[in-house]
Structures are given as C-alpha cells and as structure tokens.
C-alpha cells in the first residue's frame, strides 16, 4: 500500500514498525489525510478543517515531523506560520500484519485509507459537475485472472506511469486552469476464487 504522492522522494520510504505505531493515532491520521486532499497548510487552518485546536495540531504534526510523515512546504517558506505537506509512504512489510504487535495498527491505517477513500468518491458523486466535461473524473474496474508474478508487473507499471505524471506536475509552475486531481490504483486479490464458482463466464 503507498499513501502520499504530494511530495519528492516519497516513492522509496517504507514504513517501520516504530513510524507505524506513530502514525497509527486518530488525529495523525486525519491530518495527513487532510493534507492530502487539500494541500499545503498550516496547523491553524487543519485545526479549523478539523475541529482542533491549533495547539492540538501543531503538537501533531510535530509528531507527524519526527517520524517523517510531514515536512515544511518550500512554497510557502519564511512565513510566520509554518505550512506543512504529507511525504509519502510505503506500507509493504508483511511482518507488521502478522505481528499481534503491529497488526492492530496496520488494520486502523489500513482502515482509515478505506474510509477516506468512500468519503472523497462519496463527496465526487454528490457534487458532479456536468459543466467540466471530460475533466469530471472516471471510476474504472477491471478483473482479470494473473499469476502473482503478473500482479506485480502490472502494479509496478501502474505506479511507474502515476509517478511520471506526479513528477511532472510537480516540476513545473502550476497552470491557472489546473485542479487537484486524487489517483486511486487498487490491485486485490480477490477473497473468493471465480474457478470455484460454477456460473459460466
């Protein structure tokens, strides 16, 4: 699972043990995700978006800070308040699933993901702009039958091609007519094998 494209070098930081018992906290956990969809900002303004306070958030994000989830944003450096933005992780280690130590906290990020991703698909679909045309989005789903080895290939190349695209937006001066865009790239296993249903396909 990787979370956070907003930032450089976000691609090759895989989460440890001790980084996942610090994310792993309701507040944290809404912060980061609040960064992610609206970028930049500051504690104060989280703390509004929130229903925090700015104390609470700067406390946080602090934490956020020490284990490598938030950084300063450079766009915004030698204000009087600092801005923040999410770096991005990996949560690849099959250990930390299987530990009884860490798997706790792997279902609360994993299910935070979850729920964050219902809420902004939720949000999309209520305020569908016909007027934007092709810009409006598009929900794609494909099942396919691969090896594992396939799987990963196709995983790989996905990320590859979101990564360039990331990169490039990222390198270069924003376009007034540019909006965030949110990318989901899901590749599951299925929990139930189609070869042992009878209905034909």
Do not use: C
Not at 14 to 23: C, Q, R, T
Not at 39 to 58: D, I, V, W
Not at 185 to 192: A, F, K, R, S, Y
């Amino acid at each position: 699972m990787s979370e956070g494209k907003d930032s450089a070098a976000s691609e090759d930081r895989i989460l440890g043990s001790e980084a996942l018992k610090a994310f792993a906290h309701p507040l944290r956990m809404s912060l980061y995700a609040e960064l992610q969809r609206r970028g930049p900002a500051t504690a104060s303004q989280l703390a509004r978006a929130l229903g925090e306070s700015s104390g609470q958030t700067s406390y946080h994000l602090r934490q956020l800070e020490r284990h490598g989830f938030v950084e300063d944003d450079p766009g915004h450096a030698g204000g009087r308040e600092r801005w923040w933005r999410p770096v991005g992780f990996r949560l690849t280690d099959p250990e930390l699933l299987h530990d009884p130590a860490t798997e706790p906290m792997v279902g609360a990020v994993i299910g935070q993901v979850i729920a964050e991703r219902t809420a902004t698909l939720t949000a999309w679909f209520e305020h569908l702009d016909a007027e934007l045309g092709d810009g409006t989005g598009q929900l794609s789903t494909s099942t396919m039958e691969l090896t594992t080895e396939e799987a990963d290939a196709l995983t790989t190349e996905l990320l590859e091609l979101i990564e360039r695209y990331s990169a490039s937006a990222k390198n270069r001066e924003r376009p007034s007519e540019a909006r965030r865009y949110r990318v989901y790239l899901d590749v599951i296993p299925l929990t139930v094998d189609l070869r042992e249903d009878n209905t034909p396909r």
